[in-house]
């Protein structure tokens, strides 16, 4: 499969193991799918720098193939993680949250790529303007953060496809949104079913018992999250209903955290971060199996669609 984003990029298929805080926040998972032909990707928001050198060294011993770091550019950690980056030399930037300008020359001229998380159209616009590489865009059913406005996929990649000439990357079903006119397609959730994704036991086993109407968005009104419904997440609705101020609803998110979820494997109290298609993961695979899996299904999916 040849897309502009297995071009730009110099890899084999055009699917992409998203970045995800703490379950992509070390080597295993982003080198197995680099080496399986993908672009696995680092999340590198959550971790101390010193990790974060460490990871990506490891990541080059384990893959001679591209590989992705994000970013979130706004992180109070960014500077310092941009700057290993730098002089890592990263192929592949996935960055988040924030404007890519004031970086963009400076990693071209060490030959990284720029990809940049947009949640709208305007933002991809801005984007563009702003001289990034590709663009990545998820819908509303999207673990972690999805578009405030809560757009779904559908709409929303398509939108993008037909707003700018750059290269989309968006995640849900692989074939269905390559016929949108993306480039490649990113999972998350799915590679959380791993034995490589560094998430609690408990994490795992709360995602392949997900269905797909067992996730919420909590934070309507700031940057919300979507994850798994559980204790927190009732809790904050109760107090949302009831009326709450802002400030209330504020103090109650902040109790909470991915880490709580992802470390501690406290899967009622902490953010259990998912996307819908949590209520598609029906087994725990070795990510290199998986990816294999997603390869051919995205095939059968092409041949189903040529025969129509
Ligand atoms: C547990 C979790 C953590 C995430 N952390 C990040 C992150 O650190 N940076 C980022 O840009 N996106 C993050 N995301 C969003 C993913 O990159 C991706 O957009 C999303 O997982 C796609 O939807 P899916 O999970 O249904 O496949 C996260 C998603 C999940 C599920």
Not at 139 to 147: D, R, S, W
Not at 150 to 157: A, D, S
Request: with cysteine; glycine share 8%.
């Amino acid at each position: 499969m040849k897309t502009r984003i297995t071009e730009l990029l110099g890899i084999e298929h055009p699917i992409f193991q998203a970045a995800m805080s703490w379950a992509s926040s070390s080597a295993a998972l982003v080198s197995e799918v680099s080496n399986a032909g993908g672009m696995g990707v680092i999340a590198a928001g959550p971790m101390r720098p010193a990790d974060f050198q460490k990871a990506l060294r490891e990541i080059k011993e384990k893959t001679k193939k591209p590989f992705g770091v994000n970013i979130p550019l706004n992180g109070a950690r960014a500077a310092e993680l941009l700057e290993i980056a730098f002089n890592e030399k990263i192929p592949v930037m996935v960055a988040s949250q924030g404007g890519p300008r004031e970086h963009l020359a400076r990693f071209r001229a060490i030959g990284t790529k720029w990809l940049h998380v947009v949640a709208s159209e305007e933002h991809a616009k801005k984007a563009e303007a702003a001289g990034v590489d590709a663009l990545v865009v998820d819908g509303a059913e999207a673990g972690g953060h999805p578009p405030p406005s809560e757009v779904g996929t559908i709409v929303l990649v398509r939108r993008v496809v037909k707003s700018t000439k750059l290269p989309v990357v968006a995640s849900a079903g692989i074939a269905a949104l390559l016929a949108l006119g993306a480039d490649a397609v990113q999972l998350g959730t799915r590679f959380i079913a791993t034995p490589e994704a560094s998430v609690h036991e408990n994490y795992k086993r709360a995602v392949l018992a997900a269905k797909v109407d067992d996730t919420c968005l909590v934070g309507r009104g700031g940057l919300p999250i979507r994850q798994l419904k559980n204790a927190f997440s009732a809790k904050y609705e109760a107090a949302e209903k009831a009326g709450a101020s802002q400030d209330e609803l504020e103090f109650i998110f902040k109790e909470s955290s991915l880490k709580k979820a992802a470390l501690e494997g406290e899967v009622e109290w902490g953010k259990v971060e998912a996307g819908q298609s949590a209520g598609l993961v029906e087994d725990i695979l070795p990510a290199a199996e998986l990816f294999r899996r997603l390869v051919r299904e995205t095939e059968e999916a092409r041949k189903r669609l040529a025969s129509l």
